[in-house]
């Protein structure tokens, strides 16, 4: 025989399980770009980067300002991710996240290469600094929404599996 169910308590029951897993998509959202200054300072160091490739230095040079910048970039990635408060199993980034990756590179660096062809004829200081404000710019532009498309999967994708596990019972 079954036991006896409160159906006032269930119902509560289900809502605070509910809202917790609200909450859980929530703070995922609200994290999942470290917040506006990672992405401000993201675009700075890559404003910073092309600005200094503008000025045309030697191989050697621009050797050393890509190491630079790359290291500069890891430790960011880092310091965001110790920083951060929720740890997302992998399974949680898919195809949005891969999309959302690829996406970006294949627009900022897109656009890295048509300003700088359309800069070449002026003066190398001003193209390059015409190039990366243009670059980052774009960064900037592309990475708001971009997370908020590949991070929104995540919501709908929790809802799906509760009504499964609900039909399931």
Do not use: K
């Not at 917790?20 to 910073?48: C, F, I, K, N």
């Not at 290469?113 to 243009?134: D, H, K, W, Y």
């Not at 900037?140 to 709908?156: I, K, N, Q």
């Amino acid at each position: 025989m079954s036991t006896p169910v409160d159906a006032e308590q269930a119902w509560t029951d289900l809502q605070r399980i509910r809202v917790t897993q609200e909450r859980v998509y929530d703070e995922v959202e609200r994290g999942a770009s470290g917040g506006p200054g990672s992405a401000y300072l993201t675009a700075a160091l890559m404003w910073l980067f092309l600005a200094g490739q503008g000025l045309e230095p030697p191989l050697w040079g621009s050797l050393l300002a890509l190491a630079g910048y790359l290291v500069l970039l890891g430790a960011l990635g880092v310091s965001e991710h110790r920083r951060s408060r929720m740890r997302l199993h992998h399974s949680r980034y898919d195809r949005r996240s891969l999309a959302m990756f690829l996406g970006g590179a294949t627009v900022t660096g897109a656009t890295v290469v048509l300003s700088g062809r359309l800069v070449e004829p002026l003066a190398p200081l001003t193209a390059g600094l015409i190039q990366a404000t243009v670059s980052a710019g774009v960064f900037l532009l592309f990475l708001g929404p971009a997370t908020r498309w590949s991070v929104g999967a995540l919501r709908t994708r929790g809802a799906r599996r509760a009504a499964r596990e609900e039909a399931a019972r």
